[in-house]
């Protein structure tokens, strides 16, 4: 008899549990459920928002030689909530190695998906990795659509392979990169650059100008030869600006390494971001142009409210 109220108890208790599972998962929306479909990713739904995990069970992480599994800082992510017009806003973090940042980068904003911050979360973190913060509004269908071809490229982009550096060349012709990016710069040992400050943005803390020389300025330092140059540099910029700088500098085949603030309480807000490449001067002094061309167009248009 004891046996047969074991048995009946048990298959109760796996009843409730089949029951409430059930429950749990016919509690996410079904437009949310077709995002989990069109994704093929995992999820769940509490406090009125889809989390979609985006892990890096691929990667093997070690801190300083020590083993750290995907749960200690490595679980990607998306996350969708409704806004109060009835439409969705997402955000989220990707966990993206190197190689991976700028191709995923570019499938973001080609598809309409805005990069709002990249930076590293650790040190002495092997391999290497990067944290990329995405935002964007629409329709839950249509951004997991919009999303999915960056999503796609996590964990199958291989690395490239650098060229080794022109042994020969002729200098890089400063006069010719000055022209094209339309503002002049100064020589230091092999270094070219060029600063040009943000002073349209006019802004003052305790009475005191912030400008150029206090580091509101946006930059580029051109080294190598004319055929086989290096440039990398910083550009400061209004949020209504990042997206579009962004693409210009993407466009141009220039890398995106990191995306953040360098200043706390600033009005207007200034996000600053830095950037690489190689190839001819020529072909990095446009696309620097590009970048700058970008800047101060106007009021901003995006509104977080």
């Not at 446009?286 to 901003?300: M, Q, R, S, V």
Request: glycine share 10%; proline share 5%.
């Amino acid at each position: 008899m004891t046996r047969s109220i074991a048995r009946k108890t048990i298959f109760l208790v796996a009843c409730l549990c089949v029951f409430s599972f059930s429950a749990a998962a016919q509690d996410v929306p079904s437009d949310y459920q077709e995002v989990l479909k069109s994704l093929d990713r995992k999820g769940d739904f509490k406090a009125g928002v889809l989390k979609v995990n985006i892990p890096r069970n691929d990667l093997k992480m070690t801190i300083e030689g020590f083993s750290t599994p995907t749960p200690f800082g490595f679980g990607g992510w998306i996350a969708l909530t409704k806004a109060t017009d009835g439409s969705e806003v997402m955000m989220g973090d990707l966990v993206l190695l190197q190689e991976e940042v700028n191709p995923v980068m570019s499938a973001l904003l080609d598809n309409g998906i805005d990069v709002t911050a990249l930076h590293n979360h650790f040190f002495w973190d092997d391999p290497h990795v990067y944290y990329m913060h995405v935002h964007g509004m629409g329709k839950a269908a249509d951004l997991a659509l919009r999303v999915k071809p960056a999503l796609d490229l996590i964990g199958h982009v291989k690395p490239s392979v650098a060229a080794p550096a022109n042994a020969g060349g002729t200098p890089i012709d400063s006069a010719k990169v000055a022209k094209i990016v339309g503002h002049e710069g100064e020589q230091s040992g092999s270094v070219y650059k060029i600063t040009v400050g943000r002073d349209d943005l006019g802004m003052k803390e305790h009475g005191a100008a912030i400008n150029a020389r206090m580091g509101l300025n946006t930059w580029a330092a051109f080294t190598g030869t004319q055929e086989d140059a290096a440039i990398a540099g910083d550009v400061a910029m209004l949020e209504n600006e990042v997206t579009p700088v962004l693409k210009a500098l993407r466009k141009n085949g220039l890398d995106v390494v990191a995306i953040h603030h360098h200043m706390t309480g600033d009005r207007p807000v200034v996000i600053f971001l830095h950037y690489w490449g190689r190839g001819p001067a020529e072909k990095l002094a446009g696309g620097f142009k590009a970048a700058l061309d970008e800047l101060g167009k106007g009021a901003p248009t995006h509104s977080m409210n």
